[in-house]
Every structure is written in C-alpha cells, then in structure tokens.
T-cell receptor
C-alpha cells in the first residue's frame, strides 16, 4: 500500500464549479500535512498547510480527519488558472519528521 | 529572494556518460532534498541533508548515484554511468518556515534525458 494515495483524475469541471479532492495516508504518526500544486512542466509549490481544525485560504478549504487518516481539499468557484495537479503531502516520525511523502497527484482541468 | 537555483535546466546525454546536477538552496535553509519525478513513479525522495550532512540516502536507486553537499550553499547529484532509465526531472528542495510550519521549497528542476 502506498503511504499517500490520491485519485489521479483527471477531474474535468467548468469554470465556477466546486470540486473536492481526497487523499488517504497510511502512517498514523504523520504530524504535518500539506497540499502542493504543480503546473505542467513546473516545480511543486506549496498551496496550503492543513491544520487539525481545518483551514481556509480564499477559495480553498483544507480538512484533516486524523481518525480516518484522510485529507481533503475543496476548491470553490473554480478558475481556469486552477488547472494543475494537486499533490497531497504528509510527513512522518521517521528521521525527526524531516521527510515529506508525496502522493502522485490529482489532475484538475477547468474548462470555460 | 532568489529561491532554490538548479543547473542545468535541461541535460541530454548518452548512455554511459557522467551527469552532474547542481543546486543552490535558499540562504538560511539548513535542510536540502533531492527528488526524482517520473510519470510512472511520481515524486521520489532520493537523499536529504541536514546542515550539510547526509541523513537518509535510502532512496538513492543504486551505486551509480551519489550526492554531496560541501557547504551550506551548494549540492551536487551525480550519476555515473548514466542509463536511459535515469531519464526524469530531478528537483532540489530546501526547507524553511512559512507561517507557523516549516515546509519545502522546490527549485525549477533539471530535465534529464539519457539516450
């Protein structure tokens, strides 16, 4: 079983739609959680951290369910510029929480 | 802030040749990571350094791969000899604080093609 699992998609949505991505992780000792965004032929970039109480950044909302080892990302009012691959990322207790484990990503395509 | 700098951005070489990838982390970041990304395997951690010391190289595929960090502002990843299956995008990342959490900042990557 992969440490971090995501639906690869693609998710095809029209502009203005709301879309949600899910991610599960296997290491119950994981302490930090993130969503990264990667545009085609670019490097991954931090989109937002995920906090236990859930958090929001503009149109983006992230949720964490530690009991189910489940992370979600909700995007409201999708824009064309949201088209990208979204990577779910967790870290773990090994080596002092230094290592990040990346999911393979969920691809989002927003169309006019 | 210049961000993480990698060179070269693109490299095309022939099987058997030595390849050296270079990285300059963000100033003040104490941890540096080398990743490889392919369509099939996604983003894989190869090795990481803390204060210039290699901490975990369990992701290095085999002895053909080696990495060094001679000082806080420079690291290299070397493949010798290179093979076609090494073709991938190689990212370097350094770790620092954004808000209340530390996370990793990636360089633009080196696209390696081994013929």
């Amino acid at each position: 079983r992969k440490e971090v699992e995501q639906d690869p998609g693609p998710f095809n949505v029209p502009e203005g739609a709301t879309v949600a991505f899910n991610c599960t992780y296997s290491n119950s000792a994981s302490q930090s959680f993130f969503w990264y965004r990667q545009d085609c032929r670019k490097e991954p970039k931090l989109l937002m951290s995920v906090y236990s109480s859930g958090n929001e950044d503009g149109r983006f909302t992230a949720q964490l369910n530690r009991a189910s080892q489940y992370i979600s990302l909700l995007i409201r009012d999708s824009k064309l510029s949201d088209s990208a691959t979204y990577l779910c990322v967790v870290n773990g207790r090994e080596t002092g929480f230094q290592k990040l484990v990346f999911g393979t990503g969920t691809r989002l395509l927003v169309s006019p | 802030d210049a961000g993480v700098i990698q060179s070269p951005r693109h490299e095309v070489t022939e099987m058997g040749q030595e390849v050296t990838l270079r990285c300059k982390p963000i100033s003040g970041h104490n941890s540096l990571f080398w990743y490889r990304q392919t369509m099939m395997r996604g983003l894989e951690l190869l090795i990481y350094f803390n204060n210039n010391v290699p901490i975990d190289d369990s992701g290095m595929p085999e002895d053909r791969f080696s990495a060094k960090m001679p000082n806080a502002s420079f690291s290299t990843l070397k493949i010798q000899p290179s093979e076609p299956r090494d073709s991938a995008v190689y990212f370097c990342a350094s770790k620092g604080r954004q808000g209340v959490q530390e996370t990793q900042y990636f360089g633009p990557g080196t696209r390696l093609l081994v013929l």
